[in-house]
C-alpha cells in the first residue's frame, strides 16, 4: 500500500520522516560551526544563523546545544556500531573484515558529521551522555581489537599488539574530524579508498618466503 492509500498515517510518516531530515541538518551545520568556532564559543544563534532559520525554529528541534552535542556523539558511535556488525557480516580474512569496518566508519562520518573536532572531547558532555558514550566506545574499540585478534591468527595481519594496533586506527580516523572539509580537492570515497590501501600495506602479513 502507498502512503497516499495510508491517509493520515502516511501523511504522519511524511512529517516525521521531514523532522527527521531537518534535524539531521541542523546536526551539520552544528558540527560545522563546533569546528569552526569550538563547542563553548558556538551558541544557539550562531547555529541558527548558518541554517538561516530562527533561534525559536531550532529549538523545535533541540532543546540546546548540548543535546546537539550529544547528537553528534551518538551518530559518531553508531556508525562505528554499524562498521562493526557490517565488518562481522563480511565474509572472508579478518583484515579483509576490518577494511569494511574502516570504510563504513569513514564513510558514515563524511555523510552526517562532515567536521567536528569537539568529538575528540567527550568532556563537554554531560555525565549521563559522557557515560553512555563513553561505554559505546569501549565497546566498539573493544570489537576492532577482537577482529585484529582474529587476523593475527587467520594470518591475514601481521603480529602485533591489538590493542595498540587498534589505537593506531582509531588515531588516524578519528583525526578527519579536525583536518576534513567538505570542500577539499579529495571526494570522500577517495580519501577512504586511500586510507584503506594504507591500512592493508602497513597490517597485513608479509608473504611467505619462497
Known amino acids: 500500500m502507498t502512503r497516499q492509500g495510508l491517509g493520515a498515517f502516511g501523511a504522519a510518516f511524511d512529517r516525521e520522516d521531514q523532522r527527521s531530515r531537518k534535524r539531521d541538518a541542523v546536526v551539520r551545520a552544528a558540527a560545522v560551526a563546533f569546528n569552526e568556532r569550538g563547542f563553548s564559543n558556538t551558541s544557539m544563534d550562531d547555529v541558527a544563523a548558518a541554517l538561516g532559520v530562527s533561534k525559536p525554529t531550532l529549538y523545535q528541534y533541540f532543546s540546546s546545544k548540548q543535546e546537539i552535542l550529544y547528537e553528534c556523539h551518538r551518530l559518531a558511535a553508531f556508525h562505528g556500531e554499524q562498521g562493526l556488525a557490517d565488518a562481522r557480516a563480511h ?9 569494511v569496518y574502516v570504510r563504513r566508519f569513514m564513510m558514515g562520518f563524511f555523510d552526517d558529521l562532515g567536521s567536528c573536532a569537539v568529538l575528540l572531547d567527550i568532556n563537554s558532555l554531560t555525565e549521563a551522555n559522557r557515560d553512555e558514550i563513553a561505554r559505546r566506545r569501549d565497546a566498539v574499540s573493544e570489537g576492532v581489537a577482537s577482529l585484529i585478534a582474529a587476523g593475527i591468527r587467520d594470518g591475514s595481519i601481521a603480529s602485533c599488539d591489538p590493542k595498540l594496533a587498534a589505537l593506531f586506527i582509531f588515531g588516524v580516523v578519528n583525526w578527519m574530524s ?5 570542500g577539499g580537492p579529495k571526494a570522500p570515497d577517495e580519501i577512504a579508498s ?3 590501501k594504507l591500512f592493508r600495506f602497513g597490517l597485513q602479513s608479509p608473504p611467505e618466503p619462497q
Not at 91 to 99: H, Q, R, S
Not at 178 to 182: E, F, M, P, Q
Open 91 to 99: 565474509d572472508g580474512p579478518a583484515l579483509d573484515k576490518l577494511l
Open 178 to 182: 579536525v583536518w576534513y572539509r567538505s
Open 194 to 196: 586511500e586510507f584503506l
